[in-house]
């Protein structure tokens, strides 16, 4: 399954008939399978590819990274091994519970979770640092109208 770029104006929520895509306020372009209908529109108006089905299935659903964004629903514990959580404590829950799975998990740690300000801050450092490494190009930066997601190119490899 490729990774959503969560764009701005997600082409795959826009063909969707009974909006099982949609994007929601904060970025995520996120999936309700209990209003998917099985017609796949999303999959041919994705120009990425990201929203997959299950054709052997008379009653297929749609699988697509949502960002973890149903994670940064869940409200932090009021309390930890019978302690009471202390603000600071609750803020460090937050921030933790809301970082994507994918972020969390990848093994090379070159993946970032924050603002678009910030992700593009930090991908005009590496560039700016790294001349000879990096290509000077932000994919997602400026084309495709993509919000969620934004891709530095190593000269030396496919992609960081």
Not at 1 to 20: G, K, N
Not at 60 to 74: L, N
């Amino acid at each position: 399954m490729w990774r959503c770029l969560h764009c701005l104006e997600p082409a795959c929520a826009s063909a969707c008939p009974t909006t099982a895509l949609d994007r929601r306020s904060d970025g995520p372009v996120i999936y309700d399978a209990n209003k998917c209908i099985g017609c796949r529109y999303c999959v041919w108006a994705c120009p990425w590819g990201v929203p997959t089905a299950e054709w052997d299935s008379l009653s297929p659903k749609i699988q697509k990274c949502t960002h973890c964004a149903d994670r940064s629903d869940q409200p932090p514990p009021l309390s930890r091994n019978g302690q009471t959580l202390t603000l600071d404590q609750s803020n460090l829950y937050r921030e933790s519970i809301v970082t994507p799975a994918c972020v969390k998990a990848c093994p090379a740690d070159c993946l970032r979770f924050g603002t678009r300000e910030e992700i593009l801050r930090e991908a005009h450092s590496r560039i700016a640092s790294h001349r000879d490494k990096y290509v000077d190009h932000i994919y997602g930066e400026k084309e495709a109208g993509c919000d969620g997601y934004l891709q530095l190119r190593s000269k030396s490899t496919r992609s960081i």
